[in-house]
């Protein structure tokens, strides 16, 4: 039950952040937004000491990490220090001290909490603001573009034939947004592109421009221009060309967080334009451009255009706070590698878009070894028998490759009507013929990505979806026979493949639904294996008390294991799939809802682990703000504190993780496997 119209909408969206690169010399913003000039913003790991007198050395108290900037949730950790390690006290900021550690016979500068040093010596600086690196809102190795370090750009690039106008996810802003750019260009050199700053986003339906709040940061014919929208009309409420052609430097500093007023600034910190949003003629922003204390970033780009970017940096101004029991996103050893002792990937849903949140990407670099591609049912990427528009799945596949995660594609085939394309529904073909394109799109989509994807989602949901008429497309088409056929022909087009038939309600007999779900699909999984049928894993989606089944009590563990038993015991393996816990019916305060939440997806875990046939454990999407069932979108259920995932809506990690890693990290003893019966 993916999040299948939500989805296409969060494709390519790119952003980098404020974790410099050494060797960068883009002018840093003071409190004030007016950069003193020739001062660069700090790298990621300072090299500069701003210590008049020496400090003597001080001893670690405790274990902790020396961050890229002063924060533990938004700054990398650059090193683990051990108690005991002696460190160099540099200044203070906040909560945070810069010190100078000597690792393998490295120098190393970054931050330290304070409460694992001892008493600060008298007369330490105390730095400010403009000396330590922003927040970064992006980092480059995130970036959905093309990035070279070396270079510091990042290149995005269109080269389908549609114009490409795409958006990242919410991210909060709770300090004025800054943004950095050393140079940028365009090829051809007489098109146009544009970085993308929204408050709102567009609507996924009707006029793309209605509702919006949205500034554009872009290059036109050598020269930056900058474009503001508010939402009341298709043309631009304020447009201007500026005086800095794009081979030059460019700051937008915002005074701060709604926006209500910004400040455009050269290379030279020299103010090129000022501009308050609530008294510009032509513009109705009385609540500045963030009005819901949110960002949405992108880059809109016309068919065949490539716009290279240099030195991007998106970020706020540091805190300087600590804050506590926040782990998760950069956590190491992460869930993935405790599952790997137990030959378990630990996956989830991916979208590229919502890798311009830092806090996004890096929990699935540190979490998750394993992306559940849904652009695979994306209905726009079969355009007629034999056509296809691979370019939105290409940038996903290229995407989860670099990062070394094992490659999902869900779903492959899949019946549900919404998940079609128009022509195919709306003109009729003979029975011979819906075969025949059925199998030469498996043959050819298998065949485009052989060797990049590993898993294959085939004939989702099927077992469900045809106990009546409309909801399974390819049974009412072609007979419950396509199940065989799209297996049969999947294995022939990539024989290394691992092969999922994949449904929901069927890891545990809880109701009749349930049960009559998984007596169907043990059934038909039996007859097609005993004819033959390549099928490698049975997936369980694990969709856990949605609101149609009336459900409310957790699947038993040892009634899940029974069930992925019995499954196994006709030669195939289990994988949970799409686990989700929807808490919206649940009684109690967050507290109690979330600790319930926390013994489901540890019950789970364990099933998963004990049964001894289980080799994946997926979550569908990773945090509660992008949740098919949490979410406001288009294809959203709106479920008013559902919760359904391991990370909140700031990406926190919930009980519910540290029960999964908690299970992960116990010795659990194997049920043994019955003995298979004919």
Known sequence: MAKFLRSVLLLMVLLLSACHPAGTATPSITPSGVPPTATPIPTAIPTSIPTATPQPPLALQQDGSLYTGPGNADFEPAAFLKAGTQVKPLAAFGDFVQVAASLNG?????????????ALPAGLPALTGDAVPWQPLYLPDCSPGSYDAASDSVVFTNPGSDYRDTESGAIPLTEPLRVAIASAAVTPATGSAAIKILGRPEPSSGDWWRGITRLELGYMKGVYYISIRDGSQAAAGFYRELPVKTDQAIQLVFDQPAGKSFSLLDGQGQKILSLDLTTTPGLNLPGGLFPDGVVYLGVPLPPQTSFSVTGLRIGVPATGQWVQGQNGYYTRPGLADLAAAHHVTIGTEFVVGYTSDVRYCRTMQSQFNLADLSEFSDPGMWLGPGQYDFSATDRAVAYASSHGWRIRASHLLWGNPDNLPGWLKTNQYTRAQYIQMMEQYITDVVAHYRGRVQEWSIANEASDRDFSTGTDFWFDKIGPDYIGLAFSTARQAD????????????????????????????????QLKAAGVPIDVVGMQMHLFMPWTGVTTPPAKADVIATMQKFAALGVRVDITEMDVDLARQPGSQADKWAFEAGVYGDIMKACLESGVCDSFSTWEISDVSSWISCTGTGCLHEKDADPLMFDPDYAPKPAFFAVRDA?????????MPTPTK
């Open 106 to 118: 490295r120098e190393l500068h970054g931050y330290v909490w304070k409460n694992i040093l001892p």
């Open 495 to 526: 024989p290394q493949g691992v092969l999922i038939f994949n449904d929901y309600d069927n890891e545990a007999p809880q109701d009749s639904l349930s049960s009559m779900i998984i007596n169907k699909m043990y059934g038909t999984v039996k």
């Open 664 to 672: 992960l990290q116990t010795d659990l003893a194997v049920t043994p």
